[in-house]
């Protein structure tokens, strides 16, 4: 009987095109029987299927309520296949009611490696379906087999007329890219920068158009020549309208003859993409049933939870020969288009949740990220940490008791699509101990420790219990690294130098403590002033710029701060440079482009938003808005790389359970759900056949089985929601107006239960405040216990003191006064960063 493929082991070179019909072929005809005339030998079923003649084509009566494709097949064997022979394969089938099917000719045992894999959309009446593919092994026994299963409703199967015939000519695969003008698709902010780009023959400068929604002109001018853009192999020009400013939907560019795709100026979308982009990761969620109430079309039952026949995660054991326990490793987000829970991709992931957190207390244009409407919405945490929390829960569950971490948790075996979490069949595994694991869950533990300090005092201590027994365990076994080979079942994600893990986990374990040795280290680490801001970016591997990151924009104490948030500047500064000198105004310009280029370009763009917060210079936050257009539609495709976003969007991405491609019952990925993007190594049959010899920005193709293109995941969003989240805050893009307040922060005496503070406000404008209100936040847990000559009210770390009737106004060059007595938490207790005003930041 066949089973289902494993993904990875599919042939490196195996080709398939889905288009139209197929280059004519003269070769003999490969199929024995394929018009059914009198009989259906040699064609063989799976035994819960039954053949018979009905007006001369195959069919069978397919049962309901079967779980995956491959639980109901009909199959042809032994057919000779010749390595690098193209072949022209078509058949007529019908489905009664219309399914997706899968059509396959693959090797005829384990690993199941397929040359050719279709999912043709079958219908009542029947077409003809037509495909080539070249062979890339030479093999005598290949097998074309049609999986028919994973319906939980009977239908009736019928094919006809199936042919495989070889001296086919391969398919050239030309991607629709639509106009030639490509933009934003979602929309520019009224005040912000607003570009685009022109793809065209002309050597010299072309007029456009910027036209409402009713094709009013509005606005004109000339292009730019930008000559050929190496990433794209594209003549260009560059089109900047950023002096219109009026709000308003459904705007269009004209230019040689060419109109783009609509976009509105305005920046009501971003509200809705920082959420959207968050609210990704509840129907990522393992361990627990998704409550279709809450994400209508996504409900589902608990995944991996133990329910027949899932083996369930509440008691895993180790790979044979790693361990003799088991752990309890349910909950957390699954990581990808997979089963698999990986430490070093959720750790990124989780850092920048609660980094987007913490953004909203430390620099002066952000704002709350507001409700999620997620299970524990309505209780006292911000809904963005509660989210953080499940991940977070799950990595420390990933933790034995000497403090190593286990690298990731997964099936043992490569399954296929579709395949719902809760009717996944495979052991269940942890794989070895690795010190990049154990430093991952050593920094997101002692950054847990002080976002989630005011809110739940246990579960900070237990995380930050577990961040100083995982650092202590990392530096007894410091070279402990992944297996390159350990890739079955489950990605390897190794990594060998786990340097920059120490530095960051270093980094947040000072930030959180305040204490010497763990500030030793970090002053002596080599990636403290190392240019760590390569062009490619960082990722779940290159995590040192996390460390920099948040050293420079979260409060401490570290010797030489000054410097590092001046090196986060410069990177920025690069980063801006290479978005310039770009084309497609891309703040990412490698020779080639790296498997998840989306979100290489937006960690990119989250330096560059730092530098912003850090310095207030509009130039770093016109870079972000710069950039987010290559992600929503201003690039070669011409298309979103957002679920749900644009005209044109990404839609089909790798996904076992978002697989409405492959299953009609499924849902397409949620609204806000980032495509992984152009990758130039193209790994994956799909694009293997489609984008050979492509250039960087070609290659991606928004097709379900692409999964080295086209592949969702955790720690795609995290960057998407943190960016998503700072253009939401920047409004209307209006420039922000100078402090016209200075404040000083004075700790007069500390003791271990509590602190003394001073507050001096000044008003360094031009006009009486009549009326003032004072926001900042702590570092963690510590809290207004009494205070004086102010009216103070708290939530969370958020403090906000209001002037008192006889010291309310504060006339130009003039200071009010007031004071506190604090409680102190455990930890560093650094002076805030950020002072507002009114809801003005100060001096």
């Known amino acids: 009987m066949i089973r289902r493929l494993s993904i990875l082991a599919a042939a490196a070179l195996a080709a398939t095109c889905l288009t139209g019909a197929p280059a004519m072929a003269d070769g003999p005809e490969q199929i024995a029987n394929g018009t059914f005339d009198t009989t259906t030998e040699p064609w063989w079923h799976t035994g819960n299927l039954a053949f018979d003649l009905d007006g001369g084509r195959l069919c069978a009566d397919v049962p309901g309520g079967t779980a995956n494709p491959w639980d109901a097949i009909i199959g042809l064997n032994d057919i000779p296949l010749v390595k690098d022979e193209t072949y022209a394969f078509s058949f007529f089938a019908t489905a009664t009611p219309g399914k997706v099917a899968k059509a396959l000719i693959q090797l005829p045992m384990d690993p199941y490696t397929q040359y050719l894999s279709a999912n043709p959309e079958l219908s ?77 023959e002309a050597v010299g400068a072309l007029p456009w158009q910027l036209k ?38 459904g705007y269009t560019l004209t230019a040689d003859g060419e109109t783009s795709r609509p976009f509105d100026i305005g920046g009501g979308a971003y509200q809705d993409l920082k959420l959207d982009a968050l609210k990704f990761y509840y129907t990522q969620r393992s361990g627990v049933a998704i409550d279709d109430a809450l994400r209508p079309g996504y409900g589902r039952p608990a995944g991996h939870a133990g329910v027949a026949p899932n083996r369930g995660d509440t008691a ?97 075996n490569w399954t296929g699509l579709p395949l719902l979490p ?18 991952n869950l050593a920094a997101t533990a002692a950054q847990a420790a002080r976002v989630f300090a005011p809110y739940d005092a246990a579960f900070a201590a237990k995380n930050l219990a577990a ?71 960082f990722d779940w591997g290159h995590v040192a710029q996390l460390g920099r990151l948040d050293l420079a924009t979260v409060p ?20 801006l440079a290479t978005l310039r000198q770009h084309p497609y105004g891309v703040p990412y310009n490698p020779p080639t482009y790296d498997w998840g280029s989306n979100n290489l370009v937006l960690n990119n763009m989250v330096v560059m938003a730092a530098a912003f917060d850090i310095t207030g210079t509009l130039k770093y936050r016109d870079g972000v808005l710069q950039g987010i257009d290559y992600i929503l539609g201003r690039n070669a495709l011409n298309q979103s790389y957002v679920t749900g976003y644009g005209e044109v969007a990404s839609k089909n991405q790798h996904t076992r359970w978002y697989a409405h491609a492959l299953n009609a019952d499924l849902p397409n990925p949620p609204v806000g759900t980032l495509s992984g993007g152009p990758n130039s190594s193209v790994q994956d049959p799909v694009a293997q056949a489609k984008l050979q010899g492509c250039k960087p920005q070609f290659c991606y193709i928004d097709d379900i089985e692409s999964w080295s293109t086209n592949e969702l995941t955790i720690n795609w969003n995290s960057p998407l929601s943190w960016i998503s989240a700072f253009v939401a ?6 420039a922000p107006a100078p402090p016209t307040c200075e404040v000083a922060y004075t700790v007069h005496g500390s003791w271990p ?31 207004v216990a009494h205070g004086w000559s102010a009216d103070y009210t708290q939530q969370g770390a958020t403090v906000t003191a209001a002037g008192e009737s006889y010291n309310k106004k504060i006339r130009p060059g003039q200071s009010v006064t007031f004071g506190f007595n604090g409680t102190s938490a455990p930890g560093a207790n650094p002076t805030p960063d950020l002072f507002t005003l009114n809801g003005a930041a100060c001096a």
């Open 556 to 575: 401490n104490d570290l010797p030489g701060r000054a410097a590092v948030r001046a090196s986060v500047v410069a990177g920025a500064d690069t980063y």
């Open 729 to 734: 805050d920047q409004g209307d893009g209006a």
């Open 467 to 537: 961040a100083r027994k995982a650092w202590a365990a990392a530096k007894a076994h410091p070279d402990i690294l992944a297996s390159t080979s350990d890739g079955n079942g489950g990605g390897t994600y190794d990594d060998a130098d786990v340097s920059d893990e120490f530095y960051w986990a270093a980094a947040e374990l000072y930030i959180t403590t305040g204490e010497k040795g763990f500030k030793d280290f970090v002053l002596a680490s080599p990636h403290h002033t190392a240019d760590i801001w390569s062009e490619r970016g």
């Open 753 to 783: 239960q509590g602190f003394t503070t001073q507050v001096t406000i000044r008003n360094t404008g031009a006009k009486a405040i009549d009326g003032w209100s004072l926001t900042w936040s702590f570092l963690g847990a510590q809290k």
């Open 212 to 249: 409402d929604a009713d094709g009013v002109t509005v606005s004109d001018g000339v292009t730019t020549p930008r000559g050929v853009d190496a990433s794209s192999g594209q003549n260009v020009h560059s089109i900047d309208f950023s002096a219109y400013r009026k709000a308003g939907e």
């Open 422 to 439: 809760h009717l996944d069949p495979q052991k269940r595994e942890l794989h070895p101990v690795t010190t990049a694991a154990t430093l």
């Open 316 to 412: 895993v054991p180790c790979q044979p020969g790693v361990c003799d326990y088991t752990l309890d490793v349910s909950g957390g987000w699954y990581d990808a288009g997979d089963h698999g829970k990986y430490v070093v991709n959720g750790g990124i992931s989780v850092a920048q949740l609660m980094s987007e957190f913490e953004r909203t207390k430390n620099a002066p244009s952000a704002t709350p990220v507001g409700g999620l409407n997620i299970p524990e919405s309505g209780d006292a945490v911000p809904d963005i940490l509660d989210e953080a929390r499940w991940e977070q829960e799950f990595l420390l569950k990933m933790q034995r008791r000497d403090g190593m971490t286990h690298h990731k948790i997964h099936d043992e």
């Open 124 to 200: 009542v009446s029947g077409n003809t379906y037509a495909y080539t593919f070249t062979s890339p092994v030479d093999l005598p026994n290949g097998q074309v087999a049609f999986q028919i299963g994973g319906s939980a409703e009977p239908w009736r199967f019928c094919l006809d007329d199936v042919s495989l015939k070889g001296g086919a000519e391969p398919d050239v695969y030309t991607p629709d890219t639509g106009p030639r003008v490509r933009v934003n698709q979602v929309a520019y902010l009224p005040k912000g920068p607003k570009n685009a780009t022109l793809v065209t």
